[in-house]
């Protein structure tokens, strides 16, 4: 059998075409290498700060001196409450040293119903009592934030009186709240007692009628009365009567007239 010549050299090329072809192909692309990624690590937060109880700031400065605009007679001074604010007034008085001061402060703080108000107008009361010098806090101590605390305090130290025209300042600052209130003090209104123990008694003038001229009634017709109710009994001239409390209760004053005398009863 004889060998085709040709046949070694179809080998060749076929072989040589499969190489060819193998090298034509592309290569295969790499594959994609995974990146680890660490989980995120865990931040402790800082615990929140409690909120801080708010004081109030003290007030500044601790004298007078932007106060030099007011008058420094007692007497001027004392008008000027009627004019300018109390929280101006208040300060340079409460800064003086002047304890005339004390029963002008005192008429305001009557008719104060704000807790601050009471508290600031205790401190310059405290400043003026116990000579607080500037520079220096005024502490209220408990319970003397109050009015009628420091009006039984005045009661018990008459050596304390007010600037001149006292008077007649105070019957201006009732005017304010009820014209005819104002007109029973005026300048040298005669009085028994001391004018600052006259205190607003929270009504109007005639806000509280008052008994006037009552009928009376034998003690037989006044089956009304208990054994035990209480009377105020008043004798002049020869005249007696008696007025029981459950009827004056209401009316707190009773204008009569006993034993020829116009009298008037109040409690």
Not at 215 to 227: D, F, K, M, R
Request: aromatic letters at 8%; a negative charge; charged letters at 15%.
């Amino acid at each position: 059998m004889m060998r085709s010549p040709l046949l070694p050299a179809l080998i060749i090329i076929a072989l040589l075409a499969a190489t060819a072809c193998a090298a034509a192909q592309p290569s295969p692309l790499p594959l994609p290498t995974a990146t680890l990624v660490p989980p995120p690590t865990a931040t402790a937060l800082p615990s929140p700060t409690p909120p801080q109880p708010a004081y109030p700031q003290p007030p500044t400065p601790l004298n007078a001196d932007d106060l030099a605009f007011l008058p420094s007679n007692p007497t001027e001074l004392m008008l000027a409450t009627l004019d300018y604010p109390l929280s101006q007034v208040g300060r340079k008085m409460a800064y003086s040293g002047n304890t005339a001061y004390i029963p002008v402060l005192l008429e305001f703080m009557r008719f104060q119903t704000n807790d601050e108000a009471l508290v600031t107008l205790a401190s310059y009361l405290v400043r003026l009592r116990d000579n607080i010098g500037e520079g220096e806090f005024a502490i209220v101590p408990p319970g003397q934030a109050q009015w009628r605390w420091w009006q039984e305090w005045l009661g018990s130290h008459p050596e304390i009186t007010p600037p001149d025209g006292y008077d007649g300042w105070k019957g201006d600052l009732f005017s304010i709240i009820d014209p005819p209130m104002g007109a029973f003090i005026y300048p040298g209104v005669p009085a028994a007692i001391r004018l600052e123990e006259i205190v607003w008694g929270g009504v109007r003038r005639d806000g509280i009628p008052d008994l006037r001229f009552p009928p009376t009634l034998s003690p037989q017709e006044a089956t009304y009365l208990e054994p035990h109710d209480r009377v105020f009994g008043v004798s002049i001239n020869g005249e007696h009567r008696a007025y029981p409390l459950r009827v004056l209760n209401a009316h707190e004053m009773a204008n009569d007239i006993l034993g020829g005398q116009q009298i008037a009863l109040a409690y």
